[in-house]
């Protein structure tokens, strides 16, 4: 609660885009409006299901709406927390409930103010719906319901296209229902993307939007700042995203996947804003809860002194893209490349859909998990 009322004071900075989208979705009959909106107003960088969200929260009015989307998207945080801890409870159970609990109260320290940045002081309800829907996702296959989590990953990329990577986890499904999986995966987008396309091509090319490279950025350190987003970014975001997320489940790793696909979209991305944070502690708390068994939840508090906390210490403009560089190659080596001789047996699990029961010979494993 101290976290919101402090936020909230100069909160919504960024809910004029929502404003926008919201309002433009409903001028079915104006040529800038309705299905043309992302033709006419590329910068308004989410998906469809996140400006139905804002159109929805507007027939409030404009200042109701503002206070109703920041305590949505300050409970989803609490929400997201719930569902690791949940997950966390799932797949130690040797563990004592009570030291588990521990744990989570200790990520949940740093975890609560780089969250309410994103949720009061900025309002993204795109990035939090897109976290909340793969957080539900996973929680959905390990409870054997693989055709909700292909929904729910699908519905994570109408509200935020960087989304796509988390598609990896259907990997997870046993191979025969794999692509039923992921024919479900693909129609869920494109029902929500193609009338864009459709009514008007251009929406293509929101993807392309040049957005100045903030100094600070990864791309600024690496030399590639500029005017604009050098256009293969949005593309090696997602390639990249996508492979280290494979590489991840392959290596039975899968809590670390979330973590994976947030540093590399912000690793290459041009901005550096601080509420990207929120989706590396998302990440980080999956992790320290869920993958590893340690009792201090180092990622998470690291995560968030090196995104959030550090912002507010002078520094050159080169420390921010450096701190997001090094953590980016931390976290691909020790959740993607380390050898395998740490991990616990079992951390990866196959879905059989038509029996809801796992393949036999890895039953008796489906309560450990890759460290």
Same mark, same amino acid.
Not at 100 to 111: G, S
Not at 148 to 154: E, F
Not at 156 to 177: N, Q, S, T, Y
Not at 298 to 326: C, E, K, N, Y
């Given at each position: 609660?101290?976290?919101?009322?402090?936020?909230? @004071?100069?909160?919504?900075?960024?809910?004029?885009?929502?404003?926008?989208?919201?309002?433009?979705?409903?001028?079915?009959?104006? #040529?800038?409006?309705? *299905?043309? *909106?992302?033709?006419?107003?590329?910068?308004?960088?989410?998906?469809?299901?996140?400006?139905?969200?804002?159109?929805?929260?507007?027939?409030?009015?404009?200042?109701?709406?503002?206070?109703?989307?920041?305590?949505?998207?300050?409970?989803?945080?609490?929400?997201?927390?719930?569902?690791?801890?949940?997950?966390?409870?799932?797949?130690?159970?040797? +563990?004592?409930?009570?030291?588990?609990? &521990?744990?989570?109260?200790?990520?949940?320290?740093?975890?609560?103010?780089?969250?309410?940045?994103?949720?009061? @002081?900025?309002?993204?309800?795109?990035?939090?719906?897109?976290?909340?829907? +793969? +957080?539900?996702?996973?929680?959905?296959?390990?409870?054997?319901?693989?055709?909700?989590?292909?929904?729910?990953? %699908?519905?994570?990329?109408? $509200? #935020?296209?960087?989304?796509?990577?988390?598609?990896?986890?259907?990997?997870?499904?046993?191979?025969?229902?794999?692509?039923?999986?992921?024919?479900?995966?693909?129609?869920?987008?494109?029902?929500?993307?193609?009338?864009?396309?459709?009514?008007?091509?251009?929406?293509?090319?929101?993807?392309?939007?040049?957005?100045?490279?903030?100094?600070?950025?990864? *791309?600024?350190?690496?030399?590639?700042?500029?005017?604009?987003?050098?256009?293969?970014?949005?593309?090696?975001?997602?390639?990249? %995203?996508?492979?280290?997320?494979?590489?991840?489940?392959?290596? &039975?790793?899968?809590?670390?996947?979330?973590?994976?696909?947030?540093?590399?979209?912000?690793?290459?991305?041009?901005?550096?804003?601080?509420?990207?944070?929120?989706?590396?502690?998302?990440?980080?708390?999956?992790?320290?809860?869920? %993958?590893?068994?340690?009792?201090?939840?180092?990622?998470?508090?690291?995560?968030?002194?090196?995104?959030?906390?550090?912002?507010?210490?002078?520094?050159?403009?080169? %420390?921010?893209?450096?701190?997001?560089?090094?953590?980016?190659?931390?976290?691909?080596?020790?959740?993607?490349?380390?050898?395998?001789?740490?991990?616990?047996?079992?951390?990866?699990?196959?879905?059989?859909?038509?029996?809801?029961?796992?393949?036999?010979?890895?039953?008796?494993? *489906?309560?450990?998990?890759? $460290?």
């Amino acid at each position: 609660m101290l976290w919101f009322w402090l936020l909230s @004071r100069h909160g919504g900075l960024s809910w004029h885009y929502f404003v926008t989208g919201g309002q433009l979705i409903g001028d079915v009959g104006d #040529k800038a409006g309705g *299905l043309h *909106l992302y033709a006419t107003r590329p910068d308004l960088q989410f998906g469809p299901l996140s400006v139905l969200a804002a159109a929805a929260l507007l027939l409030l009015g404009n200042t109701p709406a503002l206070f109703v989307a920041q305590v949505v998207t300050a409970l989803a945080g609490l929400l997201i927390l719930l569902t690791v801890r949940s997950l966390a409870h799932d797949v130690h159970r040797d +563990t004592p409930r009570v030291v588990l609990d &521990r744990r989570v109260l200790l990520a949940a320290i740093p975890f609560v103010p780089v969250w309410m940045n994103l949720a009061v @002081r900025f309002v993204h309800i795109d990035d939090m719906l897109a976290l909340l829907l +793969t +957080t539900a996702a996973i929680f959905a296959l390990r409870r054997r319901l693989p055709y909700v989590a292909a929904l729910l990953l %699908g519905l994570g990329v109408d $509200a #935020k296209p960087w989304a796509i990577p988390f598609v990896a986890l259907l990997l997870l499904v046993e191979h025969r229902d794999r692509l039923r999986c992921l024919g479900l995966w693909s129609f869920t987008v494109a029902l929500a993307w193609l009338p864009f396309l459709a009514a008007d091509p251009r929406t293509i090319n929101a993807g392309g939007f040049q957005i100045p490279v903030d100094p600070s950025s990864s *791309l600024a350190l690496l030399g590639l700042g500029g005017a604009g987003t050098p256009v293969w970014t949005r593309a090696v975001q997602v390639v990249g %995203g996508t492979l280290l997320a494979v590489l991840a489940v392959r290596r &039975r790793r899968w809590a670390g996947v979330v973590l994976l696909v947030v540093l590399a979209r912000i690793v290459i991305d041009p901005g550096a804003h601080s509420y990207y944070a929120a989706g590396v502690v998302v990440g980080a708390a999956m992790w320290d809860l869920v %993958g590893t068994s340690r009792r201090l939840p180092w990622w998470t508090m690291t995560s968030a002194l090196a995104f959030f906390a550090f912002r507010w210490v002078p520094q050159p403009d080169w %420390g921010h893209g450096v701190i997001t560089v090094a953590f980016f190659a931390a976290a691909v080596w020790w959740i993607a490349l380390r050898p395998d001789n740490e991990l616990i047996p079992g951390g990866r699990w196959i879905i059989r859909i038509q029996s809801q029961e796992p393949v036999p010979d890895q039953t008796a494993q *489906l309560s450990s998990l890759g $460290a």
